[in-house]
């Protein structure tokens, strides 16, 4: 489709997402299932639900233009969810795999974001009031769950890794002067 008008290109960007979203739905149970961590695991469960959701707002907003959402692939969710595979496959720790797998799966979040983030500011400029408002209910998703894997990982799946429990400070004679706990109260 030739891109004469940037209604043209939100059309195109909105049937490049309709297929990521797409792709992620097919991809999410088996990510929910190669997770080690309980919480993981029910973020991706999670997810899958809220990308269904996704879907159907992309399909009332290809009802809302009169067009059909297919037509486009998104290469680069594919190139993202064949990195998230990979990781899936590994052997070795579980802690440290999951790592990964959060990984993974925030780059695909992050791509989510730009794409979301790009189209609203379109249709937004547009006057597409109400397309704007069923994008950014899933940009806003997008970004929660960006944040959970962040909290995933640093409160839980980082922590107990292998590998973590050894690190030292860099600095060794700052590190001398600092008492290892410092008592409460104590600036
Ligand atoms: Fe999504
Ligand atoms: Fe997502």
């Known amino acids: 489709m030739a891109l004469a008008t940037m209604h043209d290109l939100m059309i195109a960007e909105l049937?490049?997402?309709?297929?990521?979203e797409t792709q992620l739905v097919k991809a999410l149970p088996k990510m929910a299932t190669g997770a080690?961590?309980?919480?993981?695991?029910?973020?991706?469960?999670?997810?899958?639900?809220?990308?269904?959701?996704?879907?159907?707002?992309?399909?009332q907003i290809f009802e809302l233009l009169g067009q059909s959402?297919?037509?486009?692939?998104?290469?680069?969710m594919e190139g993202l969810l064949e990195e998230a595979g990979e990781m899936l496959e590994e052997?070795?720790?579980?802690?440290?795999?999951?790592?990964?797998?959060?990984?993974?799966?925030?780059?695909?979040?992050?791509?989510?974001?730009?794409a979301y983030g790009s189209t609203l500011?379109?249709?937004?400029?547009?006057?597409?009031?109400?397309?704007?408002?069923?994008?950014e209910t899933t940009l806003n998703e997008e970004k929660a769950t960006d944040e959970l894997l962040s909290t995933i990982a640093e409160e839980e799946v980082n922590v107990s890794a292998p590998g973590m429990e050894a690190v030292e400070p860099e600095d060794e004679d700052s590190a001398a002067d600092t008492p290892k706990k410092p008592a409460r109260g104590r600036k």
């Open 69 to 76: 959402p297919r037509g486009k692939k998104c290469k680069g």
């Open 91 to 114: 052997e070795g720790d579980d802690m440290v795999r999951d790592a990964g797998i959060i990984a993974a799966a925030q780059r695909v979040e992050h791509y989510e974001i730009a």
């Open 36 to 59: 080690t961590s309980p919480s993981l695991r029910k973020a991706f469960e999670d997810h899958l639900e809220q990308t269904q959701e996704q879907v159907s707002r992309l399909e």
């Open 15 to 20: 049937k490049d997402i309709y297929s990521a």
């Open 121 to 135: 500011a379109f249709a937004t400029l547009m006057g597409h009031t109400e397309i704007a408002e069923l994008l």
